[in-house]
Nanobody, 125 residues
């Protein structure tokens, strides 16, 4: 059974860091690209980072570029979102999703079929 579990969220002060984890079961995460999304209250889900199945390509939304990175450890079947220099506007529920479609629409949420339950990130003083 295909399953994701996101973890690592919490409350952090502006300027702080968090590392989110996305652990997959039921399939090999290394066979797929992995995208992180977030959703703030009252807003649509937005893509923040993508890493390809080969690890050779990564892209980030302009809002997080230079502050977030998205490594992965295929041996642990886990992807990560390392978030540094956090801002209050980074607050939201963060989700991971696997890319199992052909195309470059990495940040279009309606293209993705399988989602985790999400982990809450709150950036506040």
């Amino acid at each position: 059974q295909l399953h994701f579990v996101e973890s690592g969220g919490g409350l952090v002060q502006p300027g702080g860091s968090l590392r989110l984890s996305c652990t997959a079961s039921g399939f090999s995460l290394g066979d797929y690209g992995l995208t992180w999304f977030r959703q703030a209250p009252g807003k649509e889900r937005e893509g923040v980072s993508f890493i390809s199945d080969t690890d050779l390509y990564r892209t980030y939304s302009p809002d997080v570029r230079g502050r977030f990175t998205t490594p992965r450890d295929n041996a642990k079947n886990t992807g990560y979102l390392q978030m540094d220099l956090l801002k209050p506007e980074d607050t939201g529920v963060y989700y991971c999703a696997r890319k199992d479609f052909v195309g470059l629409e990495y940040f279009e949420a309606n293209k993705y079929k399988y989602w985790g339950q999400g982990t809450q990130v709150t950036v506040s003083s």
